[in-house]
């Protein structure tokens, strides 16, 4: 295909998108211009305006803020280098207007981890047995934060907080980070009746909720901690927060964020923050959503199977990103089990 720039000059067509996600989809026919920040092996990272945008191959799998190239291309395009510049639109982007990326067959891919999947259809609330046999299976990193899921495949979220106390290593540091943001959100979640709007005084209605006030330095000491592109204490929260939203709990995440947003705008990489948005709204890439689905599929979907879907999540990150899910979710549970309990006497 061969287009024409606005000086006449030939324009070549080098791929197509095979897939683009809603922040593309969203820009519709007009062009907005973007520059390349960051190029890794398999993606580079525009700024457009205060949105972030991937391009990438297709073994990045599809999320809101990507474009993936057709499965046939191997390799990035040579013209997609740091400073380069991109017009975009929901049909093409175009490279220092003179390398033209054909989008307008691509498929839209629309987040459906927090909308297609529900607690009640994942059995969520079951004993927690069955996902710790998962994850004793399971070959995990020495970094990062994996060593709080190899604790929790033998014991629970509460008696994991006093583990690594007094220890002076990098991984227990960050946990020193982890584990007290966790026991706060656990503490601030109660039952409140709709009856007398009280804390479980007259036995009807119970409903868990909470007073989202949190204390945002817990929270902030995660943001940027550790290594990487995304560093550990992000792709935690970033757990955490879709954690949240699958349990029913969209206004504390969103509470949540609202408390750390302007921090981790100064504190952290602009992609990792991007990821951050994305979990707070509920949103999240393909492979996460897979993660999250083999994970309450167990052992229908076998730890095999499990394991190549988490180590395709970088070195670490989708180990620090599940230990964040997997700990709000046993917190989440436990005090459903403990309301229901209550209830259940009154």
Excluded at 227 to 246: E, K, M, N, Q
């Amino acid at each position: 295909m061969r287009l024409c720039n606005q000086s006449s000059a030939p324009v070549q067509a080098v791929a197509e998108l095979c897939s683009v996600g809603q922040v593309l989809q969203s820009l519709g026919q007009r062009n907005a211009l973007g520059t390349v920040i960051m190029r890794f092996e398999r993606c580079v990272y525009l700024q457009c305006n205060e949105q972030l945008v991937c391009i990438g191959l297709n073994t990045i799998g599809a999320s809101s803020i990507s474009g993936l190239f057709d499965k046939k291309v191997q390799a990035l395009p040579q013209c997609l280098i740091i400073g380069a510049t991109v017009q975009l639109s929901a049909e093409y982007l175009l490279i220092d207007n003179r390398v033209f990326i054909d989008s307008r067959g691509a498929e839209l891919y629309v987040p459906m981890l927090c909308d297609d999947m529900s607690c009640d259809d994942m059995s969520c609330y079951r004993t927690p047995v069955i996902q710790q046999k998962l994850l004793a299976k399971l070959t995990m990193p020495s970094a990062g934060l994996a060593p709080l899921l190899r604790q929790y495949s033998t014991t629970t979220t509460a008696a994991i907080s006093t583990s690594f106390v007094g220890a002076s290593n990098v991984e227990s540091e960050l946990v020193s980070f982890v584990m007290p943001a966790i026991v706060q959100l656990a503490n601030q979640l109660r039952i409140n009746c709709a009856e007398c709007g009280e804390c479980g005084e007259c036995g009807e209605c119970g409903e868990l909720v909470s007073n989202n006030l949190f204390d945002s330095g817990l929270f902030e000491k995660l943001i940027g901690a550790g290594p990487g592109l995304t560093p550990s204490g992000d792709d935690f929260l970033c757990g955490v927060l879709i954690a949240l939203r699958i349990h029913g709990f969209a206004e504390v995440a969103g509470a949540l964020w609202t408390s750390i947003h302007a921090f981790a705008l100064q504190s952290t990489t602009q992609v990792s923050f991007a990821m951050i948005e994305q979990s707070a709204l509920g949103e999240t890439g393909e492979r996460l959503d897979a993660l999250v689905r083999a994970y309450y599929d167990y052992p229908s979907t076998p730890a095999c199977e499990f394991q190549r879907l988490i180590d395709l999540i970088g070195e670490s990150s989708g180990w620090d990103w599940l230990t964040g899910f997997v700990l709000c979710s046993d917190i989440l549970r436990q005090t459903r089990l403990n309301a229901n309990n209550l209830y259940s006497e009154k």
